[in-house]
Nanobody
Framework: QVQLVESGGGLVQAGGSLRLSCVAS????????MSWYRQAPGKQRELVAY???????DYTDSMRSRFTISRDNAKNTVYLQMNNLKPEDTAVYYC???????????????WGQGTQVTVSA
């Protein structure tokens, strides 16, 4: 039973910072790509950033200069450091990962339950 659990969301004023965490637990034999998405009310879910097991990253342009994604492969954990937050960053942030749940060639995609980030002006 594989689970992705996000944490670190909360309330912050514009210009502040938050660090989100997401840990993969359960029968995890391997983790490939890990990523963060976000979804604001009434809007489509959008990619924030992704990171490969080797540490290669990419970001959506509007977040590139302010957000940093990282991971700890030994802990099966991905992080999102968010600096200089703006009210338009308010959204539910979701963790996503391709996970090998057993020994073998099969990888499955998993979503976390989301963590709320609210930025006040």
């Amino acid at each position: 039973q594989v689970q992705l659990v996000e944490s670190g969301g909360g309330l912050v004023q514009a210009g502040g910072s938050l660090r989100l965490s997401c840990v993969a637990s359960g029968t995890v034999f391997g983790v490939n790509l890990m990523s963060w998405y976000r979804q604001a009310p009434g809007k489509q879910r959008e990619l924030v950033a992704y990171i490969t097991p080797e540490g290669s990253t990419d970001y959506t342009d509007s977040m590139r200069s302010r957000f940093t994604i990282s991971r700890d492969n030994a802990k099966n954990t991905v992080y999102l450091q968010m600096n200089n937050l703006k009210p338009e960053d308010t959204a539910v942030y979701y963790c996503n990962a391709d996970i090998q749940p057993t020994i073998g060639p099969r990888f499955l995609n998993y979503w976390g339950q989301g963590t709320q980030v609210t930025v006040s002006a």
